[in-house]
């Protein structure tokens, strides 16, 4: 949920329909989630001790064994905005079947991701280069600050975890966009 960029609009439309469950692997982000929406009980936040070298290097559990704070098919719309982009494969094919355990049928997800497609593999504010069969990074050193997949990849992975692709909309990070947000978007949806 980060610092709560996307739950601010949501707030007042979840307030009588439903409710939000954020989460995230900063407790700084966490905080200050909590506080701005403190008095409005419709919005939880739930810090995640899970390790990432480079956001919390000090974290307790292997990315590959989160679990969501949410029970099985609880969930109609989860969405992962800049989750994927500092994560591995195998992460990433963690969170996406945590997801699909959570999701209702007929759930959505919405997730940004950068998919190394021919022809968009790198730009200049993005210099990837691979790091092993089906990512890439910016930095080889610390991967999790800017991570990219191959769109087959990240396609595999969400049908692996039962989701099927129903839209992908390439961002602006590379030349050939097809909106206006800066990473690429998937949506999935829980058959």
Known sequence: CGNGRVAAPLSPILRDAGGYIGFDISRPGIRACRRLFAGQPHMAFQHLDVWNSEYNPGGKVAEVDARFP??????????????????????????????????????????????????????????????????????????????AHRREALEAAVADAGLQVAQVLRGYWAPGHQYDGGQDLFLAVKP
């Open 70 to 147: 949410a029970a099985d098919a609880s969930i109609d719309l989860a969405f992962a905005t800049s989750v994927f982009t500092h994560m591995k494969l195998a992460p990433v094919k963690r969170y996406l079947a945590e997801t699909a355990r959570v999701l209702r049928p007929g759930g959505r997800i919405a997730f940004t991701a950068f998919a190394l497609e021919p022809g968009r593999e790198a730009s200049a504010e993005f210099p990837f280069q691979p790091f092993d069969a089906t990512s890439a990074a910016v930095d080889l050193r610390y991967p999790e600050r800017a991570t």
